[in-house]
């Protein structure tokens, strides 16, 4: 599987039309390119704040779907979401117009700013915000295109005026492959988008392109062992805590309020401090400043840079107090990315670790649901719900019930049926107390709990 092989020039002024322009990773785009110069316009099914953002910035948004939205646009932009038959691609398709996936489109600007991508199944959003807080802090001034805001960028992207474009460098459609890249990172490697790739063989050979074809450093994590094979490959940089780790975490100490960390590389010991709790946010700053000192910028600039990172949408993401509780909320949906989550919580001094889980999609939980059984160990409470569909069509036999059943034969607290968000908000606020921290997790509207169970805390008067 390659990328593509004639992107569009960007290097002048473009009239850009993007088909569901208000997904994450679409209006990332569209900022980067309007705030490029380009004329950029665009449609979606539903309005929502990233319309009204990409408004702001002037692009022309409409919601709903029709072939007279295409106007005199110079190229189309689709993503892979998109079906065939969209009046907007299929009016492009017959009057000429270029249709372009993501990738496409940023290779094409990666002609005008080499990338320095970042890619893995978990902690892609995190170390990608991360080496770009650390490259602007010390005056890299890069592009950069991130899958959740960033406080400490103010937003999810921009264009700067540096040398490089930062990119969360997506493996669900392959888009990791865009290029030219001047540098690649690869937090870890596990079975996730198989349907895409079509197996592990496939989805690993797909990581081993994306660190051959880059043309410049390439680092990656060898605590991981579906990556590690990848620091076996010639010129690739390690990095972790393993003693093969050309970047190594020599000690490591961390609590509620982030990390601080004393690491080893190749060019000099460097402190660390890191605004965000866990293990693997340790490891993640260790890989955005592995790859940026391996890019040539200064490392006590890069370590200065990484203390102003302070955590992005859904990542660890505190969202307030109430009767003496501590709210968090977090994308985590995969086995891994939940015991993290878990343990980032557990290492906060916290009295109780309260979970709620929020299973994401019929097809993920019927591959992956019998994985659960041991990642809530950590939990003292566990409260799981139905599966968030993502648009999916129900499978027979496949719910929440199916955690349920899991958990309950392994480790950890015995887990509470909430079947929907409210069903768990009352449960919730009946059953924190003050010292505890209220976690959520998951990537549907779980993200919605910590607000529902504050107002109903609130209206009990606590």
């Given at each position: 599987?390659?990328?593509?092989?004639?992107?569009p020039?960007?290097?002048?002024?473009?009239?850009?039309?993007?088909v569901?322009?208000?997904?994450?990773?679409?209006?990332a785009?569209?900022?980067?390119?309007a705030?490029?110069?380009?004329?950029?316009?665009?449609?979606?099914?539903?309005?929502?704040?990233a319309?009204e953002?990409?408004?702001?910035?002037?692009?022309?948004?409409?919601?709903?779907?029709?072939?007279?939205?295409?106007g005199?646009?110079?190229?189309?932009?689709?993503?892979?979401a998109v079906?065939?038959?969209?009046?907007?691609v299929?009016?492009?398709?017959?009057?000429?117009?270029?249709?372009?996936?993501r990738?496409?489109?940023?290779?094409?600007?990666?002609?005008?700013?080499?990338?320095?991508?970042?890619?893995g199944t978990?902690?892609?959003t995190t170390?990608t915000?991360?080496?770009?807080?650390?490259?602007r802090?010390?005056?890299?001034?890069?592009?950069?295109?991130i899958?959740?805001?960033?406080?400490?960028?103010?937003?999810?992207?921009?264009?700067g005026?540096?040398?490089h474009?930062?990119?969360?460098?997506d493996e669900?459609?392959?888009?990791?492959?865009?290029?030219?890249r001047a540098?690649?990172?690869?937090?870890?490697?596990?079975p996730?988008?198989?349907?895409?790739?079509?197996?592990?063989e496939?989805?690993?050979?797909?990581?081993?392109e994306?660190v051959?074809?880059?043309?410049?450093?390439?680092?990656?994590?060898?605590?991981?062992?579906g990556?590690?094979?990848?620091?076996?490959l010639d010129?690739?940089i390690?990095?972790?805590l393993a003693d093969?780790?050309?970047?190594?975490?020599?000690?490591?100490?961390?609590n509620?309020?982030?990390?601080?960390?004393?690491?080893?590389?190749?060019r000099?010991?460097?402190?660390?401090?890191?605004?965000?709790?866990?293990?693997?946010?340790?490891?993640?700053?260790?890989?955005?400043?592995?790859?940026a000192?391996?890019s040539?910028v200064?490392?006590d600039?890069v370590?200065?840079?990484?203390g102003?990172?302070s955590?992005?949408?859904?990542?660890?993401?505190r969202r307030?107090?109430?009767?003496?509780?501590?709210?968090?909320?977090?994308?985590?949906?995969?086995?891994?990315?939940?015991?993290?989550?878990?343990?980032?919580?557990r290492?906060?001094?916290?009295?109780?670790?309260?979970?709620?889980?929020?299973?994401?999609?019929?097809?993920?939980?019927?591959?992956?649901w019998?994985?659960?059984?041991?990642?809530?160990?950590?939990?003292?409470?566990?409260?799981?719900t139905?599966?968030?569909?993502?648009?999916?069509?129900?499978?027979?036999g496949?719910t929440?019930?199916?955690?349920?059943?899991?958990?309950?034969?392994?480790?950890?607290?015995?887990p509470?049926?909430?079947?929907?968000l409210?069903?768990?908000?009352?449960r919730l606020?009946?059953?924190?107390r003050?010292?505890?921290?209220?976690?959520?997790?998951?990537?549907?509207?779980?993200?919605?709990?910590?607000d529902?169970?504050?107002a109903?805390l609130?209206?009990?008067g606590t």
């Amino acid at each position: 599987m390659t990328g593509p092989s004639s992107p569009p020039d960007l290097g002048q002024p473009r009239r850009v039309h993007l088909v569901a322009i208000g997904g994450a990773g679409m209006s990332a785009i569209a900022t980067v390119l309007a705030e490029l110069g380009h004329d950029v316009r665009g449609s979606d099914l539903v309005h929502g704040a990233a319309l009204e953002r990409l408004r702001s910035l002037g692009v022309r948004v409409r919601v709903g779907h029709d072939r007279r939205f295409v106007g005199d646009a110079d190229l189309v932009v689709a993503s892979t979401a998109v079906a065939a038959d969209n009046p907007e691609v299929v009016e492009a398709r017959e009057r000429g117009i270029p249709v372009l996936r993501r990738v496409d489109v940023l290779s094409a600007l990666a002609r005008e700013q080499p990338l320095l991508s970042v890619s893995g199944t978990h902690g892609k959003t995190t170390t990608t915000s991360m080496l770009a807080v650390a490259l602007r802090a010390a005056g890299e001034d890069p592009s950069f295109i991130i899958g959740a805001e960033v406080p400490a960028l103010g937003a999810a992207a921009a264009a700067g005026r540096g040398p490089h474009l930062v990119l969360e460098a997506d493996e669900s459609d392959a888009t990791l492959l865009a290029g030219p890249r001047a540098g690649a990172l690869v937090t870890n490697i596990e079975p996730d988008h198989l349907e895409f790739w079509g197996g592990w063989e496939q989805l690993c050979a797909g990581f081993t392109e994306f660190v051959v074809g880059t043309d410049g450093p390439v680092v990656v994590c060898v605590d991981d062992a579906g990556s590690a094979p990848l620091a076996r490959l010639d010129g690739v940089i390690g990095y972790g805590l393993a003693d093969a780790a050309d970047h190594r975490i020599m000690s490591l100490d961390t609590n509620a309020h982030g990390s601080r960390i004393q690491l080893r590389t190749p060019r000099g010991d460097l402190s660390l401090r890191v605004g965000v709790p866990g293990l693997h946010n340790a490891r993640n700053a260790v890989g955005a400043v592995a790859l940026a000192v391996e890019s040539g910028v200064d490392p006590d600039s890069v370590a200065a840079g990484i203390g102003r990172y302070s955590g992005a949408a859904r990542r660890f993401e505190r969202r307030g107090s109430s009767g003496g509780v501590d709210f968090v909320d977090d994308y985590a949906h995969l086995p891994t990315e939940v015991r993290a989550a878990i343990e980032a919580g557990r290492s906060g001094g916290w009295r109780r670790v309260v979970v709620t889980f929020q299973p994401h999609r019929y097809s993920r939980t019927e591959a992956l649901w019998p994985e659960f059984a041991e990642v809530f160990a950590e939990a003292d409470e566990l409260l799981l719900t139905d599966i968030y569909p993502a648009g999916e069509a129900p499978r027979e036999g496949i719910t929440g019930r199916l955690l349920v059943d899991a958990v309950a034969q392994g480790a950890g607290p015995h887990p509470a049926w909430c079947p929907d968000l409210d069903a768990a908000a009352d449960r919730l606020a009946e059953l924190l107390r003050p010292g505890d921290l209220c976690l959520s997790l998951g990537a549907g509207d779980v993200t919605r709990l910590a607000d529902l169970v504050q107002a109903r805390l609130s209206d009990r008067g606590t």
